[in-house]
């Protein structure tokens, strides 16, 4: 995609004269119009490979599971955050968006939102080529379109699937909408010292929008020990625990979410822990003020004596 062909509003790049956005910070500057409403929205971060898209669309099942009407966006060049949901990989955002010129009152609703399981409404924002470009502007666009086309004024619940780690303003884009922010972390320390800098821009965006720390959701893990001596220094708190069964590597495997697949005690389990994860969300969680540590507190903490 040539980076010329798209027009991007000089508001969302002037850099120099964007508010102070947490200390230090220079990031893309989102149009303060663009609020999303009513819904409660959730975004999901962790190191890449944590298991993300695999939590974010269970948790959106639940939610509709609950009668809630959910919408979920993956923020992640890949663009496979729903395809459990879809069966496939659906057209992202931006792809859309070049085959209209970057003309976005070309497009209908069925353009770029699909439905999966569950009536969960599906939307993959992308992101730009290698290189170029910026995800917050990527986000920006997703969050107009669908302002645009009213899709989210009956939305009860938003879930952002975010990639990987936070490294840029552009993919911290999603807490300047977001009520929670939620950290999935395995019990290693590779996980919880990518989790220590995830807080550290949760916690930059909270000077400035209304989002704040939910918890953690152990994942891929039998044992929290090394989560629980990390939460229990900074502040934060284990919302679930979805273990390490591997019937949730086949449910990625088969293309489906874990409410699709055959009754077993650890699917049953598993079910559970994500609809109990939904009802506490949805009631309202106190924000956690956590304060995040130094690298090399983070390796004299973790591990054993």
């Known amino acids: 995609m040539p980076v010329t062909r798209t027009t991007i509003p000089i508001s969302e790049i002037d ?22 409403g009513n819904a409660k929205v959730f975004a ?21 599971k609950l009668g ?3 919408l979920q966006i993956g923020c992640d060049p890949k663009h496979d955050s729903t395809f ?13 968006l070049e085959t209209v010129d970057f003309h976005a009152e070309e497009l209908r609703p069925e353009d770029f939102v699909f439905t999966g399981y569950g009536g969960v409404m599906c939307v993959e924002a992308g992101g730009p080529p290698a290189g170029t470009g910026c995800g917050g502007y990527v986000v920006g666009q997703t969050v107009k379109l669908l302002k645009q086309h009213h899709l989210l004024d009956d939305t009860d619940v938003v879930v952002f699937d975010v990639l990987g780690d936070v490294v840029c303003g552009g993919f911290a884009a999603p807490l300047q909408h977001a009520d929670r922010a939620l950290i999935v972390s395995a019990n290693d320390f590779d996980s919880i010292f990518a989790m220590n800098r995830i ?5 930059a ?6 989002v704040r720390l939910g918890g953690v959701i152990a994942n891929r893990s039998a044992e929290t020990d090394q989560i629980d001596k990390f939460n229990a220094a900074i502040g934060l708190k284990t919302m679930a ?53 130094k690298d090399r507190e983070i390796f004299d903490l973790l591990g054993f004596d």
């Open 68 to 70: 809630k009407r959910v």
């Open 205 to 210: 965006k909270a000077k400035n929008y209304r």
């Open 84 to 96: 459990t949901l879809t069966k496939c990989l659906v057209p992202t955002v931006i792809d859309i």
């Open 241 to 293: 625990h979805i273990p390490a069964y591997d019937v949730i590597r086949r449910s990625r495997l088969k293309k489906a979410t874990l409410f699709e697949m055959e009754s077993c005690p650890e699917v049953d389990q598993v079910q559970a822990e994500y609809l109990r994860l939904a009802a506490s969300l949805w009631a309202g969680t106190k924000p956690l003020n956590a304060h995040p540590l």
């Open 199 to 203: 807080v550290a821009a949760i916690q």
């Open 44 to 64: 999901i971060y962790g190191k890449g490979g944590i298991g993300k898209s695999t939590t974010s669309s269970n948790l959106s099942v639940a939610f509709s």
């Open 15 to 36: 850099f120099h004269n964007a508010p102070p956005d947490g200390e230090g910070s220079v990031q893309v500057q989102q149009d303060p119009s663009l609020k999303i």
